[in-house]
């Protein structure tokens, strides 16, 4: 109970970090995804269930705070969720390299799927300069803050493991 | 029980279509939901509003430090440049004040021109002030001045011009040894036997009036205006007297302060031409002219003899 409370929590505020990144920390416009990286640890630690409900929880809110089409982001989140948390049986996640890889192509999984469903409700937005400008800085941008934000989110939920963990 | 275990057995499955299916009618159908949203946009809000005012606070507090850190050259160039307006700001402040006394100095000017017809008036700026009571004005020869005139101003008598350059002239006021002007006391119209107020020897006072007769009654705070004699038009105030000695038992002295001070001055009035008016010329008295020869006087009975009345 605990435990689901806490992930709630962090899943609200990475959500709310991801609406109003502050604008110091933003590179030319561009912004980590937070909740993604919180829906790839999930997969990977937990399975494809937990990580399909972080990407409901915070695209609902990423979808009501950005008032965009409910389901715009929860789509992209669970999606996601659900294909790496079925491939982590089959990677060696405890690689660090292959955890920011993984964070890197979620990124620009993600990106893009939200860019085409983007495109598709409205055709006149430039997907193309989109994708360049926003989802592959983003998601590199992503990949690079996933260690840190891996080694919080371990602390808070499986402190216990923590060091069998970092030491892979 | 077959379906349920079914389900249960491929949890994430269905759960991921469940989600999927949900997520593409809602972006399907393009709707957001009233009341879902509402709710959900409520308790976004609320949750939101003390995580905005901090990150809010943190961002103001971070953009300054980092300002601080990075903008420190910007920061310094600024400064100097703000300086350098400043500066240049108060020059033109203080050059607008200048010109604001100036133009009171002027319109005083003007006016005193307007209200006094009768003199023919140069304005003059003075260009240097010499140590001794001498000045000198932008106005020579070439503009019609000529020894030695006389320098004035509203308040009073400047002095004399002594000397006249093509385009400069050099004025003598009461702070000069070779200044003397005809002057009287204008409360009694006492004058000293010399008749003059000049430069005082005594290094005491600015000026006197000498060998004043001692029955005469000079008091402190007389005004001393220009006699008829100078030449100056009678009247132009000179100064006040301060103080009053008696340097014999038959003379005093009387010492002035002049109403001008010619190291204050500005600028200055050649009088080029006194006109008396018809008036002053006249008099002040200007007969009313009867055209009404009729009488209302009650007639008188000729009481003369007959040999006055009638005799040739």
Redesign the interface.
């Known amino acids: 109970m605990r435990k689901n409370i806490t992930w709630l929590i962090l899943v609200?505020?990475a959500a709310?970090l991801q609406?109003?990144w502050?604008?110091?920390l933003r590179v030319q416009d561009v912004v980590p995804n937070l909740t993604l990286i919180l829906v790839v640890y999930f997969a990977l630690v937990e399975?494809?269930?937990r990580a399909?409900?972080t990407?409901?929880i915070g695209g609902?809110?990423q979808d009501?705070?950005t008032e965009s089409?409910?389901?715009?982001h929860?789509?992209c989140h669970?999606?996601l969720g659900?294909i790496i948390?079925?491939l982590s049986t089959r990677l060696i996640a405890d690689h660090p390299a292959v955890r920011v890889g993984l964070v890197f192509l979620a990124g620009f999984a993600h990106g893009f799927l939200y860019t085409i469903?983007l495109f598709i409700?409205e055709p006149g937005t430039g997907a193309i300069l989109t994708i360049i400008t926003q989802v592959i800085p983003g998601s590199f941008y992503s990949a690079l803050i996933t260690l840190p934000c891996f080694v919080g989110f371990r602390v808070v939920f499986h402190r216990h493991e923590l060091n069998n963990w970092g030491a892979a | 029980m077959n379906l349920s275990r079914q389900i249960s057995e491929n949890r994430p499955v269905v759960l991921f279509a469940v989600l999927v299916t949900c997520s593409l009618i809602s972006l399907a159908t393009g709707t957001k939901p009233t009341f879902i949203h509402s709710g959900i946009e409520r308790l976004v809000s609320i949750t939101t509003y003390p995580f905005l005012k901090v990150t809010d606070y943190v961002e103001d507090k971070t953009d300054y430090v980092v300002s601080m850190i990075f903008d420190y050259n910007r920061a310094l160039d600024n400064n100097v440049e703000l300086r350098a307006n400043l500066v240049g700001m108060q020059a033109d402040l203080s050059q607008q004040r200048e010109f604001k006394e100036e133009n009171k100095r002027l319109r005083s000017m003007l006016n005193f021109e307007v209200d006094h017809p009768e003199y023919t008036l140069r304005a003059a700026q003075i260009i240097e002030k010499i140590e001794g009571g001498l000045i000198t004005i932008d106005q020579g020869s070439r503009h019609g001045v000529v020894v030695p005139m006389c320098v004035v101003t509203k308040d009073g008598v400047v002095g004399l011009v002594v000397d006249a350059q093509d385009f400069t002239a050099k004025v003598a006021t009461l702070h000069h040894r070779d200044c003397k002007i005809g002057a009287m006391v204008r409360r009694n119209r006492i004058r000293a036997y010399d008749g003059l107020v000049h430069y005082d020897n005594t290094f005491r006072f600015l000026c006197s009036m000498s060998y004043i007769d001692m029955k005469d009654e000079v008091t402190i705070g007389d005004v001393v205006v220009t006699s008829p004699e100078s030449l100056f038009p009678a009247g132009w105030p000179i100064g006040q007297i301060i103080n009053a000695d008696e340097v014999s038992t038959l003379l005093k002295s009387a010492y002035v302060r002049p109403y001008v001070d010619p190291y204050r001055l500005d600028e200055v009035y050649i009088l080029e031409k006194a006109q008396p008016s018809v008036a002053d010329i006249a008099g002040a008295f200007t007969p009313e002219v009867i055209n009404d020869t009729s009488t209302h006087a009650p007639i008188v009975p000729d009481m003369r003899p007959l040999q006055e009345q009638f005799a040739p």
């Open positions: 609200v505020v709310l609406t109003n502050p604008d110091f399975g494809e269930v399909m409900l990407g409901l609902i809110y009501v705070a089409v409910l389901g715009h929860v789509l669970v999606i659900f948390g079925r469903i409700q």
